[in-house]
């Protein structure tokens, strides 16, 4: 009896050990369309929550597959979704342990660059922290072997950086930053298998002279947006006519504006996020015109999706509500042009047009000045408490 215990004992604690969950898979790659993953296969009508956007040919483990997404396994307690379209098949030799190499972190006469050595593109995701402001990256799928972490005082904004091996394959970064506000990053792999964080620095004036401002006109040719609830006026009709009011008083400022749409153009949002990653500015406004199943909501909204992004918003907001009904200040918003993290965005939903008192409102020409008005007045407030 003593024996059979003992045996039943072992037995239990061989199959206590960490076994291999996934023994059915394979790999993809990363395209270069923008590729994101996604927290979940939960869906609304601005898609799916995203977890992070990617850079092109990193690796990923398919574990499942669905309808149009892939489950892909990060790391051993860590999974994620990616669309079927962004990816593809892939042999791997590198099947890992991985491990990370030596880190620089170093200036140019723009940026300043955290880079750390890698043996594969391996997926990682971002998060921003305030009070104080730090950049924090995960990078799945490996162990440190980083022994230095080479610091040059050629940068500018990264004060300190350090790491903290969270699992057993999980690295997590941490950049501190000299400023309180972010102002942007991009993370990226160069031909080396380097993992790259390129730092936006805090502009040397802070004011609207020579700030480069982007514009984003909402919608656009065959993508009409909402309709007037009276006058069943489109909503890429009325962005644009916003968009280029506001483009007028910040050249008045002294401001320089970059515009993604200046006539009835139709473009796709990877199309606009292209071309803003491309004109690299200091700020993203991105005007829309809001709807609601119930014609008595109405006022203005202002939204971001990253904690380091709200201050720009709450500044708009604050102004805007000066002469409108506010609706709120949203957070975490899945829109498309506040998922990027190379500047600050913020999206400004001015008035309803499904209710009617607002959209006599955006009939008025002088309402569309009053409010490209109080959006710089915003952005003038946001750069002064900085």
């Known amino acids: 009896m003593k024996n059979l215990v003992f045996v039943f004992f072992i037995f239990c604690n061989l199959n206590s050990f960490p076994q291999n969950k996934f023994p059915n898979f ?10 994101f993953l996604k927290y979940g296969l939960g869906e609304d009508r601005l898609g799916g929550a995203k977890m992070t956007y990617l850079d092109s040919n990193v690796i990923l483990r398919v574990v499942d597959s669905f309808k149009t997404d892939y489950k892909v396994q990060l790391s051993q307690y860590h999974s994620a ?32 660059y955290a880079t750390i050595q890698l043996d594969e593109k391996l997926p990682y995701r971002s998060m921003q922290e305030i009070h104080p402001a730090r950049i924090v990256v995960d990078i799945f799928g490996t162990t440190s072997n980083t022994n230095w972490i080479t610091q040059l005082s050629s940068a500018k904004e990264i004060k300190n950086t350090w790491y903290e091996q969270q699992e057993d394959d999980v690295m997590r970064i941490f950049i501190e930053l000299k400023h309180q506000q972010h102002w942007g990053y991009s993370i990226y792999y160069d031909t080396f298998q380097k993992l790259t964080i390129r730092v936006k620095r805090q ?30 006026i489109e909503e890429k009709d009325f962005t644009l006519l916003f968009a280029k009011e506001l483009e007028k008083i910040l050249h008045q400022k002294k401001a320089k504006v970059v515009m993604t749409r200046t006539k009835d153009t139709t473009l796709s949002m990877p199309e606009r996020i292209h071309f803003l990653q491309q004109q690299n500015p200091d700020l993203l406004i991105s005007i829309h015109l809001n709807s609601s199943s119930s014609d008595t909501v109405r006022g203005v909204s202002t939204y971001y999706r990253y904690i380091g992004f709200r201050a720009l918003s709450m500044a708009i907001l604050q102004r805007m509500t000066q002469g409108s009904n506010e609706f709120g200040n ?8 506040n998922g990027p993290t190379d500047f600050p965005n913020c999206l400004v939903e001015i008035a309803f047009l499904s209710n009617k008192k607002d959209e006599k409102k ?16 915003g952005i003038e407030d946001f750069l002064k408490i900085l």
């Open 203 to 232: 502009p040397k004036v802070l004011q609207l002279k020579g700030l480069v401002v982007a514009v984003d006109a909402g919608h656009g040719g065959t993508n009409v947006g909402a309709a007037g609830i009276t006058t069943n």
């Open 330 to 337: 949203v957070g975490s918003f899945n829109f498309s042009l």
């Open 362 to 377: 955006i009939l008025d020409p002088g309402f569309r000045k009053q409010v490209a008005q109080r959006i710089v007045a």
């Open 81 to 112: 979704y990616i669309d079927k379209s962004n990816v593809s098949r892939t042999e791997v030799v590198n099947r890992g342990p991985h491990l990370t190499g030596s880190w620089k972190v170093y200036g140019d006469s723009v940026f300043d």
């Open 26 to 35: 394979y790999y993809v790659r990363t395209t270069d369309s923008l590729p």
